[in-house]
């Protein structure tokens, strides 16, 4: 039973980083476009280029919020499972602290 704890554990550890993945790519794509578009604005100086800059942000920043959902998930489930293990009666104290890494 402490094993299935441990790989649920696992995977909500993975969510979590999974997100922050998200997050992070998130932020690069706004960030390059940011800088392409204040280039681009130097060089020709075009509304359009502003344009472009609006809506390289929104989309950096809704990655950004797609990733904050992924890691919220897997925050959740390790939620989740502390509940189980916590209410666990075919654990003693030490296992659950074990599993849950406390």
């Keep these: ?48 280029v502003l344009a472009g800059l609006l809506v390289g942000l929104v989309a950096g920043g809704i990655i950004y919020g797609i990733g904050i959902l992924v890691s919220a998930q897997g925050q959740i489930l390790a939620a989740t499972i502390d509940t189980a293990v916590n209410g666990s009666p075919f654990l003693s104290d030490g296992q659950k602290a074990n599993a849950m890494s406390v």
């Design 1 to 48: 039973m402490l094993k299935r704890y441990k790989d649920a554990y696992l995977v909500g550890r993975t969510i979590v980083a999974f997100g922050g993945i998200i997050k992070g790519f998130g932020i690069v794509v706004g960030a390059i476009d940011a800088v392409v578009s204040l280039t681009l604005m130097k060089q020709g100086g075009s509304t359009l």
